[in-house]
């Protein structure tokens, strides 16, 4: 009973040490686009990128956001779950692209004036008991970033704190056309 006892604190002190992790992110060198949209505070700058407005719909979609720490501080240790900003992708109602995050303690380290890129990728879910699983099944497993005819209304949104911040979020929306 005592060696259970013992086996079960070591697995929960190795679970909580591993749930709450500190990590730097390497510099990314962010590739040049048409800017679509822009937000700002006094901490941050995001800027929403995509090569064009109406999509074909053999064509895939391109677009990605950025995310640049402009404070006073030479770096920022932000707090939050992975990843710490995504996409929502929405078409009359229905969500094609969610912000999914996994609810884990991260500490990331921005450098001041580093751009670090997100790309637009298919994060999200469904049910298989759904009529429409088929669907679903066949968007989410093709890699290349393709969307059914229609307008669709992209939020790239952040979710994090800061040590001045209970809940930090900007965001930035956009919308764009497969024809």
Known sequence: MKRKIIFLAM??????????????????????????????????????????DIYSGTEEVDIWATIEYIGSGDTIDIYSGEPYAGFIVESDGVTFISNLAYKL????????????????????GFSNDAEDADFWRDFYSEEKMLF????????????????DSVDFQLSVEYQFEVS
């Not at 709450?20 to 590739?31: D, L, M, P, T, Y």
């Not at 303690?105 to 999200?124: A, C, M, N, Q």
């Open 105 to 124: 303690l991260k500490t990331t380290t921005l450098e001041k004036g580093t751009i670090y890129e997100f790309p637009l990728k298919k994060v999200g």
């Open 11 to 52: 697995l929960f002190l190795v679970f909580t040490l591993s749930s709450c992790q500190k990590e730097n992110n390497a510099s990314i060198i962010a590739r040049e686009g048409r800017q679509v949209a822009e937000t700002s505070d006094e901490n941050f700058r995001i800027i929403l990128y995509s090569e064009k």
């Open 148 to 163: 059914p005819t229609g307008e669709y209304q992209l939020t790239f949104l952040t979710d994090f704190y800061t040590d």
